[in-house]
């Protein structure tokens, strides 16, 4: 029996690792489907991570986070978490993908999101072959090259401000005429000679061959009017989903509150409606989706997670 489960390795679940760890619980384990991280490794550029001065990659921040965390005992699993229930008593069960589970007494969810896609023709078709969401994967592929980048939140500004380091032109296509992206950004995007806005305007079709993708068709949406990039590479930065799949049960409800967005409900200290599962990060409402923030979560809930899981063995309880 874990102490504490903790679901993703992203910011939130890799500095709840920490805490937990150093803290004093014991049996932690981080259970992560891939390489701890989390999404921020697809960023090519990170310059508000407290402490941080130069600008750095993702992956770059990221790179020393699990080395800190593992010092103290904090065990990595890699597998992929399906289900987290309470069957009977007060204790967890972990669900895994290759059919085995375990037990905690105190879960934390960490799952955070996923980039969503914007749902143009050819997007499916060409995802991985000319359509990407990650510029700092894939950026290099179209050095010298046009590419479009959809999007008008904070990721497509920056990610178009990176690719506009590799690539000869970035059409950077909006649906609206405003940016939703922090103002400093929209500023060093007007600024940059390399980056065309395309505003009000819809992807509707990407095409190529088995090669590839060789074009964007994009349409104004007042005049109706049909662009076509000869663009070989299309970014997609619409948002992103909640991650909250692990907490579905088998009846289809959730096993703790949820928004209508379908993120977690916790209150200030990451506590969900359910005694000893706390959740942080992205995967949480409110969430203000930036790295510092989901670490900050993941430390409160891992406090709180310490507290608790103390109160039950002082009770003999689990
Ligand atoms: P995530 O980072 O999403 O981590 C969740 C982890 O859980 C993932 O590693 C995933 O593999 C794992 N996981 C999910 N489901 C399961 C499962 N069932 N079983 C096992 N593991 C699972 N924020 C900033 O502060 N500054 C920036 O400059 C910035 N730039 C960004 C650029 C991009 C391109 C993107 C996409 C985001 C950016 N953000 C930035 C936002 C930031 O990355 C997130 O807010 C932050 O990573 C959230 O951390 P998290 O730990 O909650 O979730
Ligand atoms: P976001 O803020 O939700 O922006 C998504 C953008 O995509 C919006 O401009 C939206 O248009 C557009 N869009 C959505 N669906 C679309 C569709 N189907 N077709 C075309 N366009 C579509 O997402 P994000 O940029 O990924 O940011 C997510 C969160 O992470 C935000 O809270 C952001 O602040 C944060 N973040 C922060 C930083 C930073 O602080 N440096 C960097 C990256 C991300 P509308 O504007 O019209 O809705």
């Not at 805490?19 to 999404?39: C, H, N, S």
């Not at 989901?294 to 507290?307: K, L, R, S, T, V």
Request: hydrophobic share 40%; charged share 25%; with cysteine.
């Amino acid at each position: 029996m874990l102490d504490l489960a903790i679901i993703g390795g992203g910011p939130a679940g890799l500095t709840a690792g920490l805490y937990a760890t150093r803290g004093g619980l014991e049996e932690v384990v981080m259970f992560e489907k891939g390489m701890p991280g989390g999404q921020i490794t697809q960023s090519s550029e990170v310059e508000n991570y407290p402490g941080i001065v130069d600008i750095v990659s993702g992956m770059e921040l990221m790179q020393e986070w699990p080395k800190q965390c593992m010092r103290f005992g904090l065990k990595h699993e890699m597998a992929e978490v399906v289900r987290v229930s309470r069957p009977e008593g007060l204790c967890y069960k972990i669900e895994l993908s290759d059919g085995s589970s375990v037990g905690a007494k105190s879960v934390i969810v960490c799952t955070g999101s996923t980039p969503r896609r914007a749902g143009f023709d050819g997007e499916e078709k060409f995802f991985g072959r000319g359509v990407s969401t990650c510029a700092t994967c894939d950026g290099f592929f179209y050095r010298d090259k046009e590419v479009a980048v959809i999007g008008g939140g904070d990721t497509a500004l920056e990610e178009a401000l990176f690719l506009a380091k590799i690539c000869s032109k970035v059409y950077l296509i909006h649906r609206r005429d405003e940016f939703r992206a922090a103002p400093s950004t929209v500023e060093r995007v007007m600024a940059n000679e390399k980056i065309f806005p395309v505003l009000n305007s819809v992807p509707v079709e990407v095409y190529g061959d088995e090669m590839g993708v060789s074009g964007l068709k994009v349409k104004k949406k007042e005049s109706g009017e049909i662009l076509d990039l000869p663009v070989p590479g299309v970014f997609v930065f619409v948002g992103s989903d909640v991650n909250n799949g692990v907490l579905k049960q088998e009846d289809g409800s959730f096993l703790c509150d949820m928004s209508e967005w379908g993120e977690v409900v916790v209150d200030l200290a990451m506590r969900t409606s359910e005694e000893g599962l706390f959740a942080a990060g992205d995967v949480r409402i409110m969430a203000p989706k930036q790295v510092v923030c989901a670490a900050g979560d993941g430390a409160n809930a891992a406090i709180g997670a310490i507290a608790y899981v103390e109160h039950l063995k002082r009770e003999k309880l689990c």
